[in-house]
RNA sequence: GGUCAUGUAGUUCAGUUGGUUAGAAUGCCGGCCUGUCACGCCGGAGGUCGCGAGUUCGAGUCUCGUCGUGACCGCCA
């Protein structure tokens, strides 16, 4: 125990209680050492278990850890005890978490991260104590000291439901106002309440696991990084704007009048410059920002596992980070995902599941049927420039009410389909449907043998622009897979999406722009098409997606200052502005850039994923709203005059 | 920039076609209670129906505006 600690309260350290404490010390640690590792890896699966839907305890996790910060405040923790600690006399801290106030008696549920313990106070026993503890309100912060006993009512629903806490001293270490929400799993708190008192919503279980599971991602991470010879750098959070991507949060510099640094989207050019600077592997776990309209799944600052590799092509890329992923599925889920990933081209991406990000946990592909329903009369069709559709198995029981609400659901604004046509192939064989007053039934059959339709099966048509169709036919599969129950929240189905294009048209803009960023590399084999088709250029980019959830992504990079040139030519940059941009990058080309390339990864969303969330908010310990609001600092906020005539900074009117 | 949803007690919600004093549960406060663990029983306090206009004899309810929150589209190399 530390000298400044001891000095400081001295007149709590009783020396009643040490000896019992050290002889503790000397047994119980060393056992529950080696328990506490065994324990460990079994705790997370219980926590997964909790995924997979399999009824596991909630207390599993935090109990199973061996306690080492033994001092004055605490012996133990609220997780540990068990029926081998009878008889103990022990120490214990943290807050009330509920208070039974039985009149002759007293019961306190004394919590803290590792668990929660019984506390009993009882009047006959001493009257003064038991006063006491009926003043403890929920979220007091207290310390008692007392004896381990085995309860007469054990309570099989808490792990430290055997045994209770005999109290004979208790000191309210700090008082609580009635907190505005419980501090329970299930909170009666609203999203908006939680996130102005985030401190205390950290208090319960499910974020204490959340963060802690991203705690220990981020360390197999580094593990596994640091075994396979990546050196983690840091790179400078204030850089400069540069005109590609994402908007810039932009920061002003007092010593430069009337110049700004910008935060980094991604450290993309200081780890291509490491690359050249012969690092040969680099990592890092990094904030990147982007100043843009936020979604569940992107805050403006959020978590980037970064990476570069020297002399390497794709797919050794691609070995590395897929085991990466296999490595973190083992050690945080005990889950074995077998490698190599499956491979899968942007192309057949977007024409089989209408997405650059398939969700492969069902099936369902998308068909074209273009051909096949053309010429017979429905105009709806005869005028579409793409019919497709989708299969889903055992649904043709769906009800009119049902297929009028998946209509609705197509037609909404952010799909914008006309229409919805389908085909039930009924149990009994018949067929029935929205249109066979212009298909007859050997037509219809021939529906059903391109998707090998069988009997129960219905068939969800859409017909449109190509480019509106497959995306919508994408968004209607993804709404079947929930409606049918397909994704499994404990089931994984990881590949890597390659081949992307290089370049995208940009109407608005009147001009390509890099799909995944300007010093990705072309395939050698699409070099000549920049010319003349550089819409059709393939790039050396690939995306790691999980259930669609698109996790990483990264490309091979462009190692040479003429091709860079050409580069920013077809993305509509002069030459002067690319120097004055990228100057720095081109001349390092300059000396002896190795081949390289990279990826990153979205570490929220990684551990949004495994942890089963829907939003990274749930993972992050301090985040922002939907309008990058932090609603419990207020920020942003204005800044004084002060503040702003030193930067020389007016503000418009 | 756009679409949709939402705002009522500390909290989560209900509130009929526009009609009496705006309810429930939970939490909170007080009392009783010696084996509770969702403790129980009795009593009590607690409301600018987000804000501002409008329609109306009358608005929590209808209309418009505005602000907050959430989801999505655009955007996000």
């Not at 590609?244 to 993309?268: K, T």
Request: proline share 5%.
């Amino acid at each position: 125990m530390g000298g400044y600690i001891s000095e400081l309260f001295s007149e709590v350290m009783s020396p009643g209680n040490y000896p019992v404490m050290r002889y503790n010390k000397g047994s119980y640690r060393n056992f529950s050492q080696i328990i506490g590792l065994l324990c460990f890896y079994q705790g997370l699966a219980h926590e997964i278990g909790i995924i997979h839907g399999r009824k596991l305890g909630v207390f599993s996790y935090f109990c199973s850890h061996n306690f080492k910060g033994e001092n004055m405040y605490r012996t133990h923790t609220c997780g540990e005890l068990r029926m081998d600690n009878v008889g103990q006399h022990l120490t214990l801290a943290g807050w009330v978490q509920k208070n039974r106030d039985l009149g002759g008696m007293t019961f306190i549920d004394l919590r803290d991260r590792y668990g929660i313990t019984q506390l009993v106070f009882n009047m006959e026993t001493n009257a003064a104590l038991c006063e006491e503890a009926r003043k403890c309100g929920r979220e007091f912060v207290i310390r008692v000291r007392g004896s381990v006993a085995e309860r007469s009512n054990k309570n099989p629903k808490l792990p430290t439901g055997d045994i209770e806490i005999l109290v004979d001293e208790i000191s309210i270490l700090n008082a609580s106002d009635v907190p505005p929400f419980t501090i329970e799993d299930k909170s009666d708190g609203g999203d908006d309440l939680r996130m102005k008192y985030r401190y205390l919503d950290l208090r319960r279980n499910p974020l204490q696991k959340n963060i802690r599971l991203r705690h220990k991602m981020a360390k197999a991470v580094r593990d596994y990084l640091d075994d396979n010879e990546f050196v983690e750098v840091e790179t400078p959070v204030l850089i400069k704007s540069t005109p590609e991507g994402a908007r810039d949060f932009i920061v002003p510099s007092r010593m430069n009048e009337g110049q700004f640094y910008a935060l980094p989207q991604s450290p993309q050019v200081f780890k291509q410059l490491l690359m050249i600077s012969g690092y040969d592997r680099y990592f890092q776990i990094v904030k990147c920002f982007r100043d843009e309209d936020l979604r569940a799944d992107r805050q403006p600052e959020f978590t980037q596992i970064d990476c570069e590799m020297a002399f390497v092509e794709q797919e050794d890329i691609l070995t590395t980070f897929e085991g990466l992923a296999s490595s973190l599925f083992k050690s945080i889920l005990d889950l074995d995902i077998s490698t190599p990933f499956l491979r899968m081209s942007w192309d057949q991406a977007m024409t089989e599941y209408g997405n650059d990000k398939p969700d492969l946990r069902f099936g369902m592909k998308i068909k074209e049927m273009t051909e096949l329903v053309k010429g017979k009369g429905f105009p709806v069709f005869d005028q579409s420039e793409y019919v497709g559709a989708i299969k889903a198995e055992n649904s043709s029981t769906y009800s009119r009410k049902q297929l009028d609400k998946l209509t609705d659901y197509v037609r909404r604004p952010q799909i914008g389909s006309k229409g919805l046509v389908y085909l039930k192939m009924n149990e009994d064989g018949s067929m029935k449907s929205s249109v066979d007053k212009f298909y007859p039934d050997e037509e219809l059959r021939k529906w059903a043998e391109l998707f090998d339709a069988k009997p129960g099966d219905l068939l969800l048509v859409l017909a449109g622009d190509e480019k509106q169709c497959l995306p919508a036919l994408s968004e209607l599969r993804l709404e079947m897979g929930r409606q049918l129950g397909l994704m499994n929240n404990g089931e994984f189905f990881p590949l890597w999406v390659v081949d992307f294009p290089l370049l995208e048209w940009d109407d608005e803009s009147k001009r390509y722009h890099a799909m995944h960023h300007p010093f990705t590399s072309p395939k050698p084999e699409d070099m000549e098409l920049l010319k003349t088709d550089p819409g059709k250029v393939r790039a050396n980019a690939y995306d790691l997606v999980i259930n669609g959830v698109e996790i990483g992504g990264g490309s091979i990079r462009i190692h040479n200052d003429e091709l860079q040139q050409k580069m920013f030519d077809s993305l509509g940059f002069t030459k002067e502005e690319a120097q004055e941009q990228f100057g720095f990058l081109m001349n390092a080309f300059k000396y002896g850039a190795p081949p390289h390339g990279g990826v990153a990864f979205g570490f929220d969303r990684w551990v949004a994923l495994f942890a089963g969330e829907d939003s990274i908010r749930d993972v992050i310990a301090f985040p922002k709203n939907n309008s990058g609001r932090d609603v419990m600092i207020d920020s942003p906020a204005s800044v004084s005059t002060d503040q702003l005539d030193e930067l020389k900074l007016n503000l418009k009117p």
